[in-house]
């Protein structure tokens, strides 16, 4: 059975995602900050419980601004159309999550393979905390005058990805100043200025998924990454955090992970639409 989710299922909800926490950090960052009804904020989900007589077997959500987020364990074909009729009205960006189950929800949407202008699947990697080393590294949180910095940096990391200018859909400015705002991003000092920082893009119950790893340009290669999230990580274990959660990018970007200490736990997929598509009738 496939329903809406209601407020007394919050408890059975929270406990579901956490015992599959590497791949629903969005999914559980939502419901513990937004709940099931906020229709405002663009990261405000809506939920979906696939349920047995055991209780709850899966979650789909669809978030205010467009995006699908899902913990479908062994979803199907037929299933999938289930989720594609729900959806007819809705205005799709794009969906993330474990990497199989966004491939079969995307497949029985009424749009063409065409209209994703990323379709990723990366490895997805996590940690306990208390298994990272202490660093010595100088990190620190952005200020006002870093504003045009991050802006540059932003830019460039969305090239280094593939994504062009202003690759997920914020001004580069406005994505600067939340990060100044938010004060969830770190930034490495060098010897000659800032030279990489990091970031945390999602957080529920004790995990933190990390993000926006970016080393600048010309100090590639000479271990920085691994020095900023290390740094990252030892700050995060203070505040109580008791593990991390990333997917990595590239092969280079694994190998700095592995080396840190990540375990491979599964793969994770991102897809973006080029543009936002009206769902219809099924194709």
Not at 182 to 211: C, F, T, Y
Request: hydrophobic letters at 45%.
């Amino acid at each position: 059975m496939i329903r809406k989710a209601e407020e007394n299922d919050i408890p059975a909800m929270m406990a579901f995602l956490e015992g599959r926490i590497a791949s629903s950090m969005f999914l559980l960052g939502n419901l513990e900050r937004f709940s099931i009804d906020n229709r405002d904020h663009p990261y405000g989900t809506a939920f979906f419980l696939r349920e047995t007589g055991d209780g709850i077997t899966g979650i789909f959500g669809a978030t205010n601004g467009g995006m699908l987020l899902c913990q479908l364990p062994g979803i199907g074909a037929t299933e999938a159309q289930t989720y594609a009729h729900l959806l007819q009205g809705y205005v799709l960006r794009g969906m993330t999550g474990e990497a199989e189950q966004v491939a079969t929800i995307l497949e029985a949407l009424p749009f063409e393979a065409e209209a994703l202008r990323v379709n990723d699947v990366d490895p997805l990697y996590m940690i306990e905390l208390a298994q990272v080393g202490e660093s010595d590294a100088v990190v620190r949180a952005p200020g006002a005058e870093d504003k045009a910095l991050l802006t540059e940096w932003f830019r460039q990391m969305d090239e280094d990805n593939g994504l062009g200018e202003g690759g997920d859909m914020r001004p580069l400015e406005v994505r600067a100043e939340e990060a100044i705002a938010s004060e969830v991003v770190w930034i490495l000092e060098g010897d000659d200025g800032p030279v990489a920082m990091s970031a945390v893009n999602a957080h529920a119950g004790h995990a933190v998924q990390i993000g926006g790893v970016f080393v600048r340009r010309d100090r590639r290669g000479q271990g920085l990454a691994a020095q900023v999230v290390t740094a990252q990580l030892a700050e995060l274990r203070e505040e109580g955090f008791a593990r991390a959660i990333l997917f990595a990018g590239s092969d280079t970007a694994a190998r700095v992970y592995e080396k840190i200490g990540f375990q491979r736990v599964g793969e994770y997929r991102v897809a973006l639409l080029a543009d936002p598509v009206p769902l219809g009738a099924l194709r």
